[in-house]
């Protein structure tokens, strides 16, 4: 059964960078995509970007000049980080696998979540 | 519109049928497979149905979807107290490039 585990810091400083990482077990990391999704709090879920087994990576808009999604195959994690946070950057993140199926892309495997707060 | 509206909560009794709505526009649902997640708080969220209407191996088939148009729709029949959860839809969106979500529904077993 593949599982996702992220980890990293619980509170971070404004305008200080958020560095999350999650580890993958269970399963192959090759073939797939790999996404970090968050939830602020009383807010819906906002797709933050992915990147592929092979480095390449795409991100939210709203968020692209500040994000970094990178990957370690050999060491089955990718990591998040976020550069120049605000308080409006505090949420759950999840990290998640993306799967494709006849031009469908869906999440089908995520992480329980790690709350992130950013306060000084 | 690049972003998927859920009423916020939903409710029913042991054995009934509830139907929770995602709608949408034509740069997302109307163009795009809806995918259905349950997630319980504290937990990670799970995938419920792909492309419209697939479900996962494990998922019991008491969950069924539909799309219509811009619009969706997830079916919990012989509702069990354990169905208590969010319910998120989520699209891919043209405008986005990226999938959007619903602002989730709460089902609430009473």
């Known amino acids: 059964q593949v599982q996702l585990q992220e980890s990293g810091p619980g509170l971070v400083k404004p305008s200080e960078t958020l560095s999350l990482t999650c580890t993958v077990s269970?399963?192959?990391?090759?073939?797939?995509?790999w996404n970090w999704i968050r939830q602020p709090p009383g807010k819906r879920l906002e797709w933050v970007g992915y990147?592929?087994?092979?480095?390449?990576?795409k991100y939210n808009p709203s968020l692209k000049s500040r994000v970094t999604i990178s990957i370690d195959t050999s060491n089955y994690q990718f990591s998040l980080r976020l550069s120049s946070v605000t308080a409006a950057d505090t949420a759950v993140y999840y990290c998640?696998?993306?799967?494709?199926?006849?031009?469908?892309?869906?999440?089908?495997?995520w992480g329980q979540g790690t709350l992130v707060t950013v306060s000084s | 519109q690049s972003v998927l509206n859920q009423a916020p909560s939903a409710s029913g009794t042991p054995g009934q049928r509830v139907t929770i709505s995602c709608s949408g526009g034509?740069?997302?649902?109307?163009?795009?497979?809806i995918n259905w997640y349950q997630h319980l708080p504290g937990t990670a969220p799970k995938l419920l149905i792909y492309?419209?209407?697939q479900r996962p191996s494990g998922v019991p088939d008491r969950f069924s979807g539909s799309k219509s148009g811009t619009s969706a729709s997830l079916a919990i029949s012989g509702l069990q107290s354990e169905d208590e959860a969010d319910y998120y839809c989520?699209?891919?969106?043209?405008?986005?490039?990226?999938?959007?979500f619903g602002g989730g529904t709460k089902l609430t077993v009473l």
């Open positions: 990147v592929s087994y092979s480095g390449s990576s």
């Open positions: 492309s419209n209407d």
């Open positions: 269970g399963g192959s990391i090759s073939r797939y995509y």
């Open positions: 998640a696998r993306e799967q494709t199926y006849a031009g469908n892309n869906y999440f089908d495997y």
């Open positions: 989520a699209a891919w969106d043209d405008g986005l490039h990226g999938p959007v």
């Open positions: 034509s740069s997302n649902i109307g163009s795009h497979p």
